[in-house]
């Protein structure tokens, strides 16, 4: 007996079921004389369908020799109700540009790469809308997948006669479209990658360490990644992640990764160790699966990249260093801050507060020179940090800025002055990850306070 029909009640929010059809040498009917009505006559043209084109459509006009209809009239030229009720009669499948109401089908907006084709709909609700999500798909798909994609086409039937067991021939697949093959195929070295995958599958059981990779996570906003971070991000089969990375970013990752905090905070005695955090990320590694290793900020910005790169290489696997934008990039940027100035700010410093082992003198210098000051971790020693670099002469009206969760929506941010730095703190209650920014630049950062005495509190 078969089965009834699912009720309406328990279909899925999709409004339009997707599929794509082969049109080579279809007979497709395009209505119109417009701009609009050409380029999608160019569209269909394309996919190899045969169109006819019609200025106009009047009433009793045979319809049944066609498979598809797509009309882009100009206003009023044609009546729609009797072209619809005309098309559903010959069975023909009827698209009206932006008038869904109409529709039985509509078109996507697209993206081409090689056979990979990608269709982006809102269901007719906002075609424009589409057409931007297309353009953010455009940037975070490159060209090379389109290579991959004949690359895999290529190889097919040899990988099914060489591996006649499926699921073999799946790990196969999934292993190289996603690997080594696959990163010289982005990189546009298609002759290269063919020859990388006619190995692999000359020998598929021989050993592969897949290289590791180290990601910048950026300071927080997941649109601030990186095109390859995200595609890394989105491939991995574990990912171990610092206290600072987002769940923004996390969500990027596959919903089967295996995600590990791995995260130290200042002045967390319950943080895991370097060491640790070496041993994990070998462990991981030895595994066999994509491993990524997702560090806040930039990982070469201190990051411990170094420390990880080389336990990983002393026990013989590549490394991959990917870049981040670093957080006192991302905290300019949403302050809206240039942190060097002609005339005013020649150079700028990145430094960690954490090691106030009289490089204060150093940092002052810089900062009397024309510098600005990029101070990471420095919140709990502020009262010091500001002592210090007065002690070593620089001005105590000297514009400072601290930022709280860089680029989140939960960002926060305090002008003040360099003597008036640790009270501001203080008062705001800063408790998430803090940057100081110290410098003649930080004045275009709102009004200045002006400071109450020239004397930093004992802490």
Not at 286 to 302: M, T
Not at 405 to 424: D, F, H, I, W
């Amino acid at each position: 007996m078969p089965k009834p029909l699912s009720s309406p009640e328990k279909v899925s929010g999709l409004s339009h079921f997707p599929a794509f059809f082969a049109l080579a040498g279809v007979p497709v009917l395009v209505i119109g004389a417009g701009d609009l009505a050409e380029a999608k006559a160019r569209l269909v043209e394309r996919a190899g369908a045969r169109v006819a084109r019609w200025p106009d459509w009047a009433p009793g006009a045979d319809l049944t020799g066609f498979r598809l209809i797509i009309a882009a009239p100009e206003a009023g030229s044609v009546d729609l109700p009797a072209l619809r009720v005309a098309a559903t009669a010959a069975r023909v499948p009827l698209n009206v540009a932006d008038r869904p109401e109409f529709c039985d089908f509509i078109l996507p907006a697209i993206i081409e790469r090689g056979p990979v084709t990608i269709a982006v709909s809102t269901g007719g609700a906002s075609p424009i809308l589409a057409r931007l999500l297309r353009a953010v798909l455009e940037k975070a798909i490159p060209p090379g997948y389109g290579t991959l994609a004949r690359l895999a086409g290529a190889f097919r039937a040899r990988v099914a006669a060489a591996l006649p067991d499926s699921t073999e021939r799946k790990a196969f697949w999934e292993k190289h479209l996603s690997g080594a093959v696959a990163d010289l195929a982005l990189a546009g070295n298609a002759a290269a990658a063919e020859a990388a995958l006619a190995d692999a599958l000359a020998s598929p059981s021989a050993p592969d360490r897949l290289p590791v990779a180290l990601v910048g996570a950026g300071p927080g906003d997941p649109d601030l990644l990186t095109l390859r971070a995200a595609r890394l991000i989105a491939a991995a089969d574990i990912i171990l992640y610092d206290a600072l990375v987002g769940d923004g970013v996390l969500r990027l990752a596959k919903r089967e990764a295996k995600l590990i905090p791995v995260g130290k905070r200042c002045g967390d005695r319950t943080s895991m160790t370097q060491a640790a955090i070496n041993d994990a990320l070998l462990a991981a590694a030895c595994s066999g699966g994509r491993v990524v290793r997702l560090k806040g900020g930039d990982p070469g910005v201190f990051g411990r990249a170094l420390e990880e790169i080389t336990h990983l290489e002393t026990h013989g696997f590549q490394v991959e260093l990917v870049p981040g934008v670093t957080a006192a990039l991302g905290a300019a940027a949403a302050l809206r801050c240039s942190l060097t100035q002609r005339g005013v700010a020649r150079s700028l410093t990145l430094a960690t507060a954490q090691t106030l082992d009289g490089s204060a003198d150093h940092w002052a210098a810089l900062a009397k020179a024309g510098g600005t000051l990029a101070l990471y971790m420095g919140k709990a020693a502020a009262g010091k940090l500001a002592r210090d670099l007065i002690a070593e002469g620089l001005d105590p009206a000297t514009p400072a800025v601290a930022v709280e969760n860089a680029t989140l929506p939960q960002q926060r941010e305090v002008a003040t002055t360099l003597s008036e730095l640790p009270l501001a703190l203080a008062e705001g209650a800063f408790d998430g990850p803090t940057l100081l920014l110290i410098g003649a630049a930080l004045a275009q950062i709102g009004a200045q306070a002006v400071p109450q005495s020239e004397v930093i509190p004992a802490e």
